[in-house]
């Protein structure tokens, strides 16, 4: 038994081989690692959908692993955060943060959403190749969530830099190395906020943890830790797919360039056609489980495998065309259920406005060289471009 994503082709295009899995069973065994074990891959929609909400399908990877001799040396707060628990700590904790990635809230971020872009935007050559992920999508995701957290200019390269190690894949040393100098930045800067109090998120969930809001000081520097890394890996994938998808579809590009209002009514569509999480984060079966028509055995891990169901013809017919005019908002790129992101309000702002302003400012932005040259990042978990060479 192989596992057929692990392919080399597959990361260029991994809709074929999710197309051939899912036509012989939605939901099928794979080998999980060298040891032997099995692990289930989800490729269809109704069965990751199934999935995402199912409350027999743990995320408490603590007590997965507890008493399995695990060699990886993550930081606590990375290694159990809130992405990593079921409820009732789950709930509390995501209760917390919610109310800072409303859409009001978000609103109130868009006049600086806007600055930032522009000032990229200003910086990009004309008539010259240059790299689209470096120019736009890494930094500017990046800006707004150590906006919005109150991460100093400062040390925004760093955050940068070891979040992008985190996503490491095959390299498990660098990954626990940039879990450690990301904790460790985290509470050097939550002890700085104490001394010096601000009024931004962080500052706000320091004030809840002191204020004897059920927030251990463990449970303050994972959520910090986890909504700065989260908060701008899957919206810099989300713009870099998307201007992908557009550049390859010139008549999508041209339509959203003589209509610009039409952007935010699109997203939906950009985040279905090639999803910047490629699979759910970590499941277990608690208990036997039915998904579709297979059996799973409990204590057993469960990929959901989100860009495939995104592409599930049995949910979105042709799912292989990019269609501005389909109602794609079913899609699970955001996931689905309790866990659903709660950023994902924050990411769609950060996709409109950018995608306004590079076709507002660049109406002849093109690919810079073949798409089969392109460089895709070595993660499963994620789905999005090393680098995206374009022409303006």
């Given at each position: 038994?192989?596992?057929?994503t692990q392919d080399p082709r597959f990361r260029q295009d991994p809709y074929p081989t999710y197309a051939a899995m899912r036509s012989r069973c939605p939901v099928q065994a794979i080998p999980a690692g060298s040891g032997g074990h099995t692990s289930y891959l989800v490729t269809g929609y109704a069965e990751a959908r199934q999935?995402?909400?199912?409350?027999?399908?743990?995320k408490d990877t603590a007590t997965f692993f507890a008493g399995k001799g695990s060699q990886r040396r993550l930081?606590?707060?990375?290694?159990?955060?809130?992405?990593?628990?079921?409820?009732?700590?789950?709930?509390?904790?995501?209760?917390?943060?919610?109310?800072?990635?409303t859409t009001g809230a978000v609103a109130e971020l868009r006049p600086f959403i806007g600055r930032v872009t522009d000032e990229l935007l200003n910086q990009w050559p004309v008539g010259e190749r240059f790299d689209f992920v470096a120019?736009?999508?890494?930094?500017?995701?990046?800006?707004?969530?150590?906006?919005?957290?109150?991460?100093?200019?400062?040390?925004?390269?760093?955050?940068?830099?070891?979040?992008?190690?985190?996503?490491?894949?095959?390299?498990?040393?660098?990954?626990?190395?940039?879990?450690?100098?990301?904790?460790?930045?985290?509470?050097?800067?939550?002890?700085?906020?104490?001394?010096?109090?601000?009024?931004?998120?962080?500052?706000?969930?320091?004030?809840?943890?002191?204020?004897?809001d059920r927030l251990s000081e463990e449970e303050l520097v994972s959520l910090a830790v986890l909504l700065l890394v989260a908060g701008h890996e899957t919206t810099t994938n989300f713009l870099s797919n998307s201007v992908l998808a557009l550049l390859q579809h010139p008549a999508a590009l041209n339509r959203l360039r003589t209509n610009p209002g039409s952007t935010p009514a699109v997203l939906d569509e950009l985040l279905r056609f090639d999803s910047p999480v490629a699979t759910a984060t970590f499941r277990f079966t608690t208990e036997a489980v039915t998904l579709g028509a297979a059996d799973i055995p409990a204590g057993v891990p469960v990929l959901v495998a989100l860009g495939a169901a995104n592409r599930d013809p049995?949910?979105?017919?042709?799912?292989?065309?990019?269609?501005?005019?389909?109602?794609?908002?079913?899609?699970?790129?955001?996931?689905?259920?309790?866990?659903?992101?709660?950023?994902?309000?924050?990411?769609?702002?950060?996709?409109?406005?950018?995608?306004?302003?590079?076709?507002?400012?660049?109406?002849?932005?093109?690919?810079?060289?073949?798409?089969?040259?392109?460089?895709?990042?070595?993660?499963?978990?994620?789905?999005?471009?090393?680098?995206?060479?374009?022409?303006?």
């Open positions: 038994m192989t596992d057929p999935a995402l909400g199912d409350a027999r399908l743990s930081h606590p707060a990375v290694a159990h955060s809130m992405l990593a628990s079921d409820p009732p700590q789950h709930t509390r904790l995501r209760k917390l943060v919610t109310k800072a990635f120019s736009l999508a890494v930094p500017l995701p990046v800006i707004v969530i150590c906006e919005l957290l109150g991460v100093p200019g400062r040390d925004r390269p760093d955050i940068q830099r070891w979040s992008g190690e985190l996503f490491t894949a095959g390299k498990p040393d660098i990954i626990d190395a940039a879990s450690h100098a990301m904790a460790n930045y985290m509470t050097s800067l939550i002890t700085a906020k104490r001394r010096r109090p601000g009024d931004a998120l962080l500052d706000r969930l320091i004030s809840a943890r002191d204020g004897g049995e949910r979105f017919p042709s799912p292989d065309l990019l269609d501005l005019d389909r109602d794609a908002a079913a899609h699970l790129s955001f996931g689905h259920g309790i866990h659903r992101c709660v950023g994902a309000p924050l990411a769609r702002a950060e996709a409109e406005i950018a995608l306004q302003g590079i076709l507002a400012r660049f109406p002849g932005i093109r690919l810079g060289g073949p798409p089969g040259q392109l460089a895709w990042r070595r993660t499963r978990l994620v789905r999005g471009l090393a680098s995206l060479p374009v022409l303006t």
